[in-house]
């Protein structure tokens, strides 16, 4: 299933949801593992989404 995110600060405010995924994973891995593991898939998943986006065009002022 695919989903649209709206994020305001675009790929910035993506990368920052990664991170906290990240870091949440990491403080639950003893507590819960299961969890630990799908925030991490989550992240994951986010971060493929991002590579396959197109690289951002650069317009020039002349």
Sequence with gaps: MATLL???????DATELIE???VAAQ???T???TLA???RQLAN?????????PPP?????Q
């Design 6 to 12: 709206h994020l305001p600060g675009g790929t910035r």
């Design 20 to 22: 906290a995924l990240l």
């Design 27 to 29: 403080a639950r891995e």
């Design 31 to 33: 507590t819960a593992p």
């Design 37 to 39: 593991a799908r925030w």
């Design 45 to 53: 998943d986010i971060g493929d989404a991002l590579d396959a986006l």
């Design 57 to 61: 065009r650069q317009e020039h002022n």
